[in-house]
């Protein structure tokens, strides 16, 4: 009866999106809809926080939620078909590019960062999740119990991490757009979005979104970890992870050639 209940609850929902949609689309001039190509440990949290605070809505008020609805916004995450459905205002989610079958006029956006320093940030996000305090961690990190089954390839230095983690992770950037982490593949791909972002210049991006929905993005860091933490990670242990990134960096600085030209 209870799964019964949900199912219907969430029908009614998805329903009552479209219809607060159709009432108050277009958000934008020149788009029905932003979708965001949300890359692990590339500042995604922060932009997201930004467009779910024109609603009032934070991290902690959003949580784990795959659609919110607060006044005229909708927003949508990690659902591909609300987001293949396209009933939203802003939406963003890690499902891969090439998995998603996104409408047309919808304004597609990513945000690269240097492929180590990702790597890294995900290496000192793992380790906060695994100190977290079982009891409150889900009040602190939403994706508590997802995320804590990852600790596992921490093992006990970053050598071990490197060992562990299985390569879609480690490349996220590149199998984000390329099912096999082609590198001429995922640069196709990438190169449908309407904007590619870098997060070193972070306060650019915010100021070009803001100028593409009319509205100024207020920027919150909800989620801080590993701030006073030292990682130690050996000359040894930086070139085992620059080499199992190679074709990470190939993507990557192509895509930065291509952008530079634009």
């Known amino acids: 009866m209870r799964t019964f209940l949900k199912r219907r609850y969430k029908r009614f929902k998805a329903h009552y999106a479209r219809y607060v949609y159709n009432k108050n689309a277009p958000y934008l001039k ?4 932003v979708y965001h190509v949300h890359i692990r440990k590339s500042a995604g949290t922060s932009i997201n926080s930004a467009f779910w605070n024109i609603a009032g809505l ?12 607060k006044g005229s916004y909708v927003f949508v995450r990690n659902n591909e078909n609300l987001i293949n459905d396209g009933c939203y205002f802003y939406a963003n989610s890690h499902i891969p590019y090439w998995n998603l079958n996104i409408p047309t006029n919808t304004f ?3 945000m690269l960062r240097d492929p180590y320093k990702r790597l890294v940030s995900l290496y000192r996000y ?12 889900t009040s602190i990190e939403p994706y508590y119990n997802t995320i ?3 600790t596992v390839w921490l093992g006990n230095s970053f050598n071990d991490f490197l060992d562990n983690v299985p390569m879609k ?3 996220n950037q590149l199998y984000m757009f390329s099912e096999t982490g082609n590198v001429e593949e995922a640069l196709h791909n990438i190169s449908k979005l309407d904007a590619i972002y870098h997060q070193e210049k972070f306060e650019e991006a915010i100021t070009d979104l803001s100028l593409l929905i009319g509205k100024e993005l207020q920027v919150k860091k909800e989620r801080v970890f590993g701030k006073n933490e030292t990682i130690v990670i050996s000359y040894e242990e930086e070139l085992k992870a620059r080499e199992k990134l190679a074709k990470a960096y190939q993507f990557y600085n192509n895509v930065q050639l291509k952008v530079a030209k634009k």
Do not use: G, T
């Open 58 to 69: 934070n991290l902690k008020s959003v949580k784990r939620k795959a659609l919110l609805i």
């Open 126 to 137: 793992l380790k906060w999740v695994k100190d977290l305090d079982p009891k409150e961690a």
């Open 169 to 171: 992770h480690i490349q």
């Open 108 to 110: 597609v956006f990513c």
């Open 148 to 150: 804590y089954k990852q």
């Open 30 to 33: 020149q788009y029905d809809r």
